[in-house]
């Protein structure tokens, strides 16, 4: 969002407020009032409202537009805007197209044939529509790209319409480490005359295998060859240790070295002991009162370690859920809450089947009440071509199986 910190999000207990944060409360309360509700849905996809990249909007808002029954004609219209506004028409229009609107479909077509920025919703439309879709664009795509000076970058769709592309800049093959078990990457990894590729093609395989606590020994190893900063992958084979890690992280976090000193902190931080609950619950509070939007989720997750003991966490938990922007970190603060106290969370979970973030969306479909509305909104994510898969697949587990026909 390019004008985040000068924008100022509506009241989080309006409709308005709501939807600009993705909240699925917001969602269930614009079914009540179609009507009153749709200028602040467009609103929505007009103005950027995520807090940072990392939060999800798209399927929110198209998700709203197709069961509020709203036109998509203002969102057509947007692609006419600067790049951001239209790009982010153009993803709300794709999702449409899914399910099952021909406006939205022929309108992004009819963009492709002649707006600005038709390579970028092409390129984007032939990851996501079936290709019959749009694999008859290509003469439309081989008279456009004739007259600009730049060639895409991206092999589709461009390699099917026997358009050149630019060459991507070579780039040294992977070491060959596919196959080898787990004893043998940590040899690779602590050989000091192993190349920099080499460790990290061990690294991303060893992630991908069972944590190793024999890991942690050949972790000082691990710098960057200025060694200022941990190798790439360094830090995530660490956290899948979880609190095996800790007893030597102790130990880095008094080294010399800023980079090992930092990666010790950390892990020892995110494993709080008794004596860290003050200290934690006193930063949650110093960052609500600073409505620090970025960062609360790792003290929430920190606390969530404590379990019941962090009850004094439990109002500033409540308020974050409530009132963040950062639609990304809702996820943390639930499963804070769940781990100190499920009492009273029913209704989050609930309302966690309409929210904007894929995450949260899990979270409801795994623990929202059996009630007959619930299961009838987790099959309807179940069936719901826009959806993602993570939650299709987890709706799909989540409800009972179809009973079998009995046999004559």
């Known amino acids: 969002m390019s004008d985040e910190y000068e924008m100022t999000y509506a009241h989080p207990d309006s409709v308005e407020g709501l ?5 699925g409360l917001g969602a269930l309360q614009a079914l009540q009032d179609p009507d009153g509700s749709a200028a602040f849905v467009y609103g929505a996809i007009r103005h950027d409202w995520r ?4 939060d999800e909007r798209s399927l929110y808002l198209a998700r709203l537009i197709r069961d509020l029954e709203l036109s998509p004609t203002p969102v057509l219209e947007q692609l006419a805007g600067d790049e951001e506004s239209c790009l982010r028409a153009a993803e709300v229009l794709e999702l449409l197209a899914l399910a099952g609107s021909d406006e939205a479909r022929e309108g992004l077509r009819a963009y492709i044939r002649g ?9 984007s439309v032939s990851d996501s529509w079936p290709t019959q879709w749009w694999d008859d664009l290509g003469d439309v795509a081989r008279a456009r790209i004739g007259r600009e000076t730049e060639l895409p970058w991206f092999p589709e769709p461009w390699t099917r319409f026997g358009i050149e592309v630019q060459l991507q800049p070579p780039t040294d093959p992977e070491p060959a480490v596919t196959g080898l078990g787990t004893a043998a990457l940590l040899v690779l990894l602590a ?14 395989a060893l992630n991908r295998q069972e944590p190793v606590e024999e890991l942690l020994p050949l972790v000082p190893l691990l710098g960057t060859p200025d060694d200022r900063r941990p190798m790439p992958l360094v830090r995530r084979a660490v956290e899948r240790l979880g609190a095996a890690a800790v ?3 102790h130990t880095w976090a008094q080294s010399e070295r800023p980079w090992l000193a930092q990666l010790g902190a950390d892990v020892v931080a995110d494993h709080p002991g008794p004596g860290a609950l003050r200290g934690l619950v006193e930063e949650l509070a110093e960052q609500w009162a600073a409505r620090a939007w970025c960062g609360p989720d790792r003290t929430a997750r920190r606390l969530a370690r404590l379990g019941p003991d962090a009850a004094d966490a439990v109002p500033y938990l409540r308020s974050f859920w409530l009132c963040t922007p950062h639609s990304y970190e809702r996820t943390a603060y639930l499963e804070a809450l769940a781990a100190i106290d499920r009492a009273g969370l029913d209704f989050l979970y609930t309302e966690s089947l309409w929210d904007c973030e894929e995450t949260t ?3 409801g479909i795994a623990s929202a009440p059996a009630s007959p509305e619930n299961l009838q909104r987790i099959a309807l ?3 719901d071509s826009m959806e993602t898969p993570s939650v299709r697949t987890a709706a799909r587990a989540r409800l009972p199986a179809p009973a ?5």
Request: no cysteine.
């Open 361 to 363: 969306r899990l979270l």
């Open 191 to 204: 050989d000091i005359r192993a190349d920099w590729n080499t460790k990290i093609a061990a690294l991303r």
């Open 247 to 249: 007893p030597e992280a």
């Open 404 to 408: 079998r026909p009995r046999s004559a």
């Open 19 to 23: 939807l600009q944060r993705g909240r």
């Open 381 to 383: 994510l179940r069936d």
């Open 115 to 123: 707006g600005d920025r038709w390579r970028e919703v092409l390129e």
């Open 51 to 54: 807090w940072d990249g990392t």
